[in-house]
Nanobody, 125 residues
Framework: VQFVESGGGLVKPGGSRRLSCVAS????????IGWFRQAPGKEREGVSY????????VYADSAKVRFTISRDKAKYTVHLRMNRLNPDDTGVYYC???????????????????WGQGTQVTVSS
């Protein structure tokens, strides 16, 4: 089971970025997928979640309206489109898979079993 994230980089405030997470070694349909981020000196926090099978989504308050999570099952890929970025969005972004699937636990970082290596997003002028 492996995730590979990509799409990070330096972006100016107000800009956009699309992150991608490609899965290998398992079928996305069996999992809930989450995007998390971690800023220096802070705990890892959830940003957005998607049920790979039926497409239900949940967003953290910080991500509502600005971010969109989606999945392409044929390509084993989950995307996170981020708009109107601000410096508070800076951090390492990780995708992760939850074997329990979709349920009230999806926002619990400790429920996630498989993690990618992360991709750095820096929002700065």
């Amino acid at each position: 089971v492996q995730f590979v994230e990509s799409g990070g980089g330096l972006v100016k405030p107000g800009g956009s970025r699309r992150l991608s997470c490609v899965a290998s070694g398992f079928t996305l349909d069996d999992y809930a997928i989450g995007w998390f981020r971690q800023a220096p000196g802070k705990e890892r926090e959830g940003v957005s979640y998607i049920a790979a099978s039926h497409g239900n989504t949940v967003y953290a308050d910080s991500a509502k309206v600005r971010f969109t999570i989606s999945r392409d099952k044929a390509k084993y890929t989950v995307h996170l489109r981020m708009n109107r970025l601000n410096p508070d969005d800076t951090g390492v972004y990780y995708c992760a898979a939850n074997r329990r699937g979709w349920g009230p636990w999806i926002q619990d970082v400790y429920e996630y079993d498989y993690w990618g290596q992360g991709t750095q997003v820096t929002v700065s002028s």
